[in-house]
Nanobody
C-alpha cells in the first residue's frame, strides 16, 4: 500500500492550493480517508475526513475554506484549500482507515506567508 501526497508549496495568505493523494494497493472508494496536518512544534491534527459514503467533516478552523473529495476512477484523494492563512502552515498527510489497518502518506509541506 502506498499513499503519495503532492501539491504542497509556498503560497501567500488568501491564496489557494490543491493537495492530491494518489493511492495504490487499496481502493479509496472503500476507505475512510482523511487529511491531517502537523504544524511546527505541534501535534498532528485532523483537518478533514470523508467516509466511504462521501460524508465529509472538517475541523472548525478550516470549515468553509477547505474541501475534501476523491476521484474513485483515479483512486486519488484531494484537499482543495482556499483563503489560506499563515496558521494553515504545516506538513499535510493523507490517511486511509481500512479496519483494522491504517495507512499514512509521506506528507507534503504547505507554507503560507503573511
Amino acid at each position: 500500500v502506498q499513499l503519495q501526497a503532492s501539491g504542497g508549496g509556498l503560497v501567500q495568505a488568501r491564496g489557494s492550493l490543491r493537495l492530491s493523494c494518489a493511492a495504490s494497493g487499496i481502493r479509496l472508494s472503500r476507505s475512510r480517508m482523511a487529511w491531517y496536518r502537523q504544524a511546527p512544534g505541534k501535534q498532528r491534527e485532523l483537518v478533514a475526513s470523508i467516509t466511504d459514503g462521501d460524508t465529509a467533516t472538517y475541523d472548525d478552523s478550516v470549515q468553509g475554506r477547505f474541501t475534501i473529495s476523491r476521484d474513485n476512477t483515479k483512486n486519488t484523494l484531494y484537499l482543495q484549500m482556499t483563503s489560506l492563512k499563515p496558521e494553515d502552515t504545516g506538513v499535510y498527510y493523507c490517511h486511509a482507515d481500512i479496519w483494522p489497518t491504517v495507512y499514512w502518506g509521506q506528507g507534503t509541506l504547505v507554507t503560507v506567508s503573511s
